[in-house]
Nanobody, 125 residues
Framework: QLQASGGGLVQSGGSLRLSCATS????????IGWFRQAPGKEREGVSY????????YYGDSVKGRFIISRDNVKKTLYLQMNSLKPEDTAVYYC????????????????????WGQGTLVTVSS
């Protein structure tokens, strides 16, 4: 299971840190992706971190503003979101895949086995 938290209302330019607590599977064997879905839009890949934490990927719209990290001891993933914009408003989801993904495959929702329930981030202008 994955449990995302940390969402809320923030002003444009502000920061939030999302957390994704995991249980029921061996986190060390899984890559983790963060996705988001805004109303009326498709779910899009935000960021991905490999099972070891040695590789990270970011969507073009968040590069330089978001930072993904993981703590395998605490079985928790994080998404530090800085310089938030109104267009970042969405429900954010974390998802797990057995093994690692490479190149652009991390953006494909079908690659992931486990999904969290989502946490809402609202950025006001």
């Amino acid at each position: 299971q994955l449990q995302a938290s940390g969402g809320g209302l923030v002003q444009s330019g502000g920061s939030l840190r999302l957390s994704c607590a995991t249980s029921g599977f061996i986190l060390n064997y899984h890559g983790i992706g963060w996705f988001r879905q805004a109303p009326g839009k498709e779910r899009e890949g935000v960021s991905y971190i490999s099972s070891s934490g040695g590789s990270t990927y970011y969507g073009d719209s968040v590069k330089g503003r978001f930072i993904i990290s993981r703590d395998n001891v605490k079985k928790t993933l994080y998404l530090q979101m800085n310089s938030l914009k109104p267009e970042d408003t969405a429900v954010y989801y974390c998802a797990a895949v057995r093994g690692d993904l490479y190149g652009s495959t991390w953006t494909r929702t079908g690659e992931y086995t486990y999904w969290g329930q989502g946490t809402l981030v609202t950025v006001s202008s």
